[in-house]
Antibody
Framework: QVQLVQSGAEVKKPGASVKVSCTAS????????MHWVRQAPGQSLEWMGW????????KYSRKFQGRVTITRVTSASTAYMELSSLTSEDTAVYYC????????????????WGQGTMVTVSS | QSVPTQSPSASGTPGQRVNISCSGS????????VNWYQQVPGTAPKLLIY???QRPSGVPDRFSGSKSGTSVFLAISGLQSEDEAEYYC???????????FGGGTKLTVL
């Protein structure tokens, strides 16, 4: 079935970096973009950026520009999100999400989400 | 920056109809399509409505979306206990050149 499977929970110290993976199956990874969204405890969703699964072009939220890097390995149908210079404010669940049809892609509608990866930043 | 505004909470009894609103601006909802997501606590969000009023396959027709100017509305009819969740609107913002999510509305089924 169509699914996104993310890597496991991480605990990092302030100033460190974290890299989260997201492996797609059940659809053609290179056809659609992969987005990253995070959710701090008790807070709303926050879009971080996306990568074009085909050509690897990226676009980042201004808030995270310079601190986030999204990459992909097409042979493994896997996208990665790396966030650097972590602070306690980065403690959150990080999701990958994607459209998987031409229709949902047209409207940037994410019809599939990963299970989420909890990243805890603590000294 | 204008994050779409949602009422923090809404409630209803089983069988009732509830409406959830999301108010944006001329740089996002006013000129872009809106998608709605449902998030049950402890789980990932789920696409509920896309392109303002379209339902993905598998979403019951009890859920409907509409748009007027810089506001969008999610209506849930025949409320059921499993509808208890957080609901988020989302729209691209041309000023920020990024995707914005609303603050979320927590729906309680009494």
């Amino acid at each position: 079935q169509v699914q996104l499977v993310q890597s496991g929970a991480e605990v990092k110290k302030p100033g460190a970096s974290v890299k989260v993976s997201c492996t797609a199956s059940g659809y053609t990874f290179t056809t659609y973009a992969m987005h990253w969204v995070r959710q701090a405890p008790g807070q709303s969703l926050e879009w971080m950026g996306w990568i074009n699964g085909g050509d690897g072009n990226t676009k980042y939220s201004r808030k995270f520009q310079g601190r986030v890097t999204i990459t992909r390995v097409t042979s493994a149908s896997t996208a990665y999100m790396e966030l650097s210079s972590l602070t306690s404010e980065d403690t959150a669940v990080y999701y990958c999400a994607a459209p998987t049809t031409a229709t949902t892609a047209r409207y940037d509608a994410f019809d599939i989400w990963g299970q989420g990866t909890m990243v805890t930043v603590s000294s | 920056q204008s994050v779409p505004t949602q009422s923090p909470s809404a409630s209803g009894t089983p069988g009732q109809r509830v409406n959830i609103s999301c108010s944006g601006s001329s740089s996002n909802i006013g000129i872009r399509v809106v998608n709605w997501y449902q998030q049950v606590p402890g789980t990932a969000p789920k696409l509920l409505i896309y392109n303002n009023n379209q339902r993905p396959s598998g979403v019951p027709d009890r859920f409907s979306g509409s748009k007027s100017g810089t506001s969008v509305f999610l209506a849930i009819s025949g409320l059921q206990s499993e509808d208890e969740a957080e609901y988020y609107c989302a729209a691209w913002d041309d000023s920020l050149n990024g995707l914005l999510f609303g603050g979320g509305t927590k729906l309680t089924v009494l």
